[in-house]
């Protein structure tokens, strides 16, 4: 395990040691046991300079199944790591586009399988090249590892849309998409009311649900806001006996997943990663507006 970044603003978070800042990686890059991933919306953005040594990962075509829209099962991931070079015991860093959404979809799937070291870059693909740090247009070619087949923990981690239409007071449910997509304004993509995900027959939110936009956890920049002012955000949430966050297909929700259990500390929180784009398109399923 490669030791934890000390910068000083993470040690306020519950969990610090799952963030690293760009300077601590960028002395790091290369070290035996530590391997950086990039998984973009955009899987193009790789081809045009990644961060040196990283190893793209397309979210859609690696970590999805294409025949069941579920989470790659225990032998298609084992065999993605070992198609990577990726081992058991390597420290992970993630980075990506879009503020780490799909980076921290990423992260969300590694702690499925319960790979022990696996860390966000604050600010992602985003500030690295604000910043106008070292890029390559290098593919690193690593040989095969030995990545066990280890077993998929759904549970602790994991929503189902099953569980969601039995309502629970004591539970919160949190849409983490735009205000317009919460309201049932979908026209904010575009005039036929696709959304930028594709056709969703319906608009609105899943009855019950409350409104706390991904991007409220960051600032301009995509780095994550301090302990105090998260805190401040979510507070409400602690009574809750539960957790379970929504976007459209689980990205942003992931997003605000890892910011209520690492950087807060949340015991009990979920990511629904069918999202709206499975309840806006089921037969008799309640929204609201």
């Known amino acids: 395990m490669t030791e934890f970044d000390p910068h000083p603003p993470f040690q306020d978070y519950a969990h610090p040691g799952r963030l690293v800042s760009a300077p601590w990686l960028s002395a790091r890059l290369g070290i035996k046991g530590l391997r950086v991933i990039e998984v973009d919306e955009d899987s193009l953005l790789y081809d045009i300079g990644h961060i040196p040594t990283a190893t793209r990962i397309n979210f859609h075509t690696e970590l999805l199944d294409q025949n069941t829209r579920d989470v790659v099962d225990s032998a298609g991931f084992a065999n993605l790591m070992r198609s990577k070079g990726i081992k058991r015991d ?28 696996v860390r966000l870059l604050n600010g992602g693909r985003d500030s690295w090249m604000a910043e106008e740090r070292d890029t390559s247009y290098a593919v690193p070619d690593f040989p095969e590892s030995d990545y066990p087949e280890t077993p998929r923990d759904d549970a602790a981690h994991r929503a189902f849309v099953a569980e969601l239409v039995d309502k629970q007071a004591d539970r919160a449910l949190i849409d983490t998409r735009s205000a317009e997509e919460f309201n049932g304004e979908p026209t904010v993509f575009s005039a036929n009311g696709d959304s930028q995900y594709g056709t969703t027959f319906r608009h609105g939110h899943i009855p019950g649900a409350t409104h706390i936009k991904w991007d409220t956890a960051t600032y301009p920049n995509a780095t994550f806001r301090p302990f105090a002012e998260l805190e401040k955000t979510y507070a409400d949430l602690r009574s809750a006996s539960e957790v379970i966050l929504y976007s459209h297909v689980g990205a942003q929700a992931a997003h605000t997943w890892f910011v209520l259990k690492f950087l807060l500390g949340f015991d009990n929180v979920r990511n629904y990663d069918g999202s709206w784009a499975e309840w806006g398109n089921m037969v008799r399923m309640p929204i609201e507006k």
């Open 90 to 117: 390597d420290t992970i860093v993630i980075y990506g586009d879009k503020s780490n959404w799909w980076a921290a979809f990423a992260l969300w799937i590694f702690e499925l399988y319960g790979h022990e070291d």
